[in-house]
């Protein structure tokens, strides 16, 4: 393998028209809260909205990492608290027949280091995981054009969105047994009817790495969790039928991930700015650097929801520096999880707070 490829500020590219992507995408993604808002009368995550479970738990960095991989957050063993929200990738809450691209945002308490703009005085660091390796556009560009043709579905026929995520989830099928995969249907309402804690978990956009270029997964190590991977999961006899069986896991299992880190060895092949590109694992592998602990616990409740999802924000850009997140998706996405954060607060009534520890998780 060649050696991790050390970071410099000329690696990054922005557009030359980005500030009026980043404003659009404000724009786009508002105009999904506030059809949503109109609907319920209660401020929802512009992406995202509908939580699957709420964990607390413990990530526990391991010890005698070499250099390359002793960096931020991982540069010393350690043992930190954490709060995890399950989530589905649509803005407005629908039945899980709607089946979607699943989230796992992470936020891990305790953590000292120089801050990341717009979240200093604080002591977390936000990981973002979807459960797929790359990003489903290139660019920002890309991507808020996406976001307008969902933005424009919120709200709209959701028997309909029901009937044809049936038959997206077919044609997914279909693409599979060719050894295909298509990340517009999945994100349609095609997702396999699959558990969610059997799902690897990907920042799919880079991140720094101290020193160096990454990408972070969270992957499954106990046996009950790798039992998990593939099974189907009836989500035509619940609304709720996701959070369901997450909820009668954690009622009698614990469970362990792998936190891993590839780092970027190849610029050209495994670029900064595209984040679309899968990097390759035969240029570099995933290798461990922590885990994520999870024991016994209500996974899910009205009161957890309240602190969590009304009162509580994941952003990338919550963290420290050596985390900062690189390239055009990452720059946008700071102005819009502060735009969707606020509207929560304005709308709901309450403040969005940073934590300091996780008892407010009860």
């Known amino acids: 393998m060649n050696d991790p490829i050390l970071f ?3 690696m990054e590219t922005p557009e030359a028209d980005e ?3 980043t404003a659009e995408m404000v724009a786009t993604l508002m105009r999904i809260s506030a059809t949503t808002y109109k609907d319920g ?8 909205a509908k939580s699957h479970a709420i964990l607390k738990g413990t990530l526990t960095v391991l010890s005698n990492l070499p250099a390359v991989l002793a960096q931020g957050l991982f540069a010393q063993a350690g043992t930190y608290p954490v709060i995890l929200r399950l989530s589905s990738t649509p803005g407005d809450i629908l039945k899980d027949a709607v089946s979607t691209p699943r989230g796992l945002a992470i936020k891990v308490i305790g953590v000292a280091g120089e801050r990341l703009p717009g979240s200093e005085g604080a002591v977390t660091q936000d990981f973002i995981l979807i459960n797929g390796p790359a990003f489903a556009a290139p660019d920002a560009k890309s991507f808020l054009s996406t976001l307008k043709l969902l933005a424009g579905t919120t709200d709209k026929a959701p028997g309909l969105k029901s009937a044809l995520a049936t038959a997206l989830r077919g044609a997914e099928r279909i693409v599979e047994a060719f050894g295909g995969e298509s990340g517009t249907l999945k994100s349609l309402g095609g997702h396999p009817a699959t558990h969610p804690l059997g799902e690897t978990f990907f920042t799919q956009v880079p991140v720094l790495y101290g020193k160096y270029i990454a990408k972070i997964s969270i992957a499954p190590q106990s046996p009950d969790l790798k039992s998990l ?10 609304p709720n039928a996701l959070r369901e069986v997450v909820v009668d896991y954690f009622r009698s299992h614990s469970a362990v991930w792998d936190v891993r880190v590839q780092l970027c060895r190849d610029l050209e092949k495994m670029p900064l700015e595209n984040s679309a590109t899968v990097w390759s694992e035969e240029l570099s592998p995933f290798i461990p650097v922590a885990q994520l602990t999870v024991a016994e616990q209500p996974a899910w409740s009205d009161a957890r929801s309240v602190i969590v999802d009304d009162q509580t924000s994941f952003s990338p850009w919550h963290g420290i520096a050596a985390h900062r997140p690189l390239g055009s998706i990452m720059r946008v996405r700071k102005a819009a999880y502060e735009a969707s954060s606020q509207f929560r607060a304005d709308h709901n009534g309450h403040s969005i707070v940073e934590p300091v520890n996780s008892d407010a998780v009860t």
């Open 8 to 10: 410099a500020p000329a």
């Open 19 to 21: 500030a009026k992507t």
């Open 41 to 48: 009368h209660h401020a929802l995550r512009s992406v995202h």
């Open 229 to 238: 991977k593939g099974q189907h999961v009836n989500i035509t006899h619940s």
